[in-house]
């Protein structure tokens, strides 16, 4: 039954509904649910950095009902987004409405639309990498599934990766470090495939022209059938999502660097390269994704088996308390500072 437990994040679309058909703050309630009970919660709480033994990995590798969790987010989240776009046509509809629904639909796809695509996206299957990118699409960011997957794994913790926090960056810092730079790092990476395969860049077979049409194709629906009110709602969302996925960037590999070797090439991503968090809420809330050193040491093994490493570097808290903290720059060097120097030295 362990399986089961991943239907906790489903608590989150729970919440999603109260936000888009009751009024006032409880319209704010995922957000007060992700961003400030399981911080508070996972203060109290343990890591807990058991593994699974080979023979139960082995199992749970197999079990298809790990996939189906996965699979199923993808019509809720349509239809929560759905749900989002008319609950505008409510009476009496006032500003603290609008403001915690948009951000009640941006921490759906933080969490839902780009994190379990994130998590799709790694997958070899077709089936499941179209999933992937129609979760980004309620998020208007499919160029992370180009990026992440053919920038980001090859260049973390190097000057060459828009995604990783240098030591001593802001997170204000790297939010439009990151943002521009991952965007037009995602069609160096297309306009280069169009080169191997020897077409010109504005090909229809190039990738990133390709999500920019869809995404647009996207938006003027929302425009048609809601109008230029609904859209920036959304837009809105989509943004809050998007900088949810790149404060969880910011905190997985800050002041982390690989080192150059004699040959000159970078050293293979270890697990001593990502920050780690064991603490189990935050766990099952991103699907795992806090135990990312081993993410990016083997980048295709499930989020059901993500291994814990002793030589990985641990944070202080969960991942959902660590992006609060990020926001608080003063604290947030102070803290990690120790964490670095416990873990990586002072040479980092």
Not at 219 to 247: H, P, R, S
Request: proline fraction near 5%; charged fraction near 20%.
């Amino acid at each position: 039954m362990r399986w089961y437990k991943y239907l906790s994040p489903f608590v989150v679309f729970v919440l999603a509904y109260f936000a888009f058909t009751m009024k006032g703050w409880l319209t704010f309630l995922p957000a007060i649910y992700g961003f400030v009970f399981i911080p508070l919660l996972e203060l109290w709480m343990r890591p807990d950095e058991k593994n699974f033994s080979a023979a139960e990995e082995e199992i749970a590798k197999k079990d298809t009902k790990y996939d189906l969790i996965l699979y199923a987010i993808v019509p809720l989240q349509y239809f929560f987004l759905f749900l989002f776009l008319i609950s505008f046509s409510q009476p009496e509809i006032g500003t603290l409405e609008i403001v915690g629904r948009i951000v009640s639909m941006g921490l759906l796809c933080g969490v839902f639309g780009i994190n379990v695509a994130h998590e799709l996206g790694h997958r070899v299957n077709a089936f499941e990498q179209f999933l992937a990118k129609s979760l980004l699409l309620t998020s208007q960011y499919i160029h992370f599934f180009i990026e992440h997957n053919k920038g980001h794994h090859k260049h973390v913790g190097t000057p060459e990766d828009p995604s990783s926090a240098r030591l001593n960056e802001s997170i204000f810092q790297f939010y439009p470090r990151t943002l521009v730079f991952s965007y037009l790092s995602a069609w160096k990476i297309a306009n280069k495939e169009m080169q191997k395969k020897r077409l010109p860049a504005l090909h229809f077979k190039n990738e990133m022209l390709q999500a920019q049409m869809i995404q647009l194709v996207f938006i003027t629906l929302v425009f048609y059938f809601g109008g230029l009110q609904i859209l920036l709602y959304y837009l809105g969302a989509a943004f809050v999502g998007i900088l949810l996925l790149e404060c969880v960037n910011y905190i997985e590999h800050y002041g982390l660097s690989r080192k150059k070797t004699e040959s000159g090439n970078y050293e293979r991503a270890m697990p001593i390269h990502s920050w780690n968090s064991n603490h189990p809420i935050g766990r099952l809330m991103l699907f795992e994704l806090s135990r990312h050193s081993d993410h990016h040491y083997l980048a295709s093994r499930k989020y059901q088996i993500l291994r814990h490493y002793e030589t990985a570097p641990q944070m202080p808290t969960g991942y959902p308390g660590m992006m609060v903290l990020a926001h608080f720059p003063p604290l947030w060097f102070r803290i990690m500072r120790k964490q670095i120097n416990k873990y990586v030295g002072e040479e980092n």
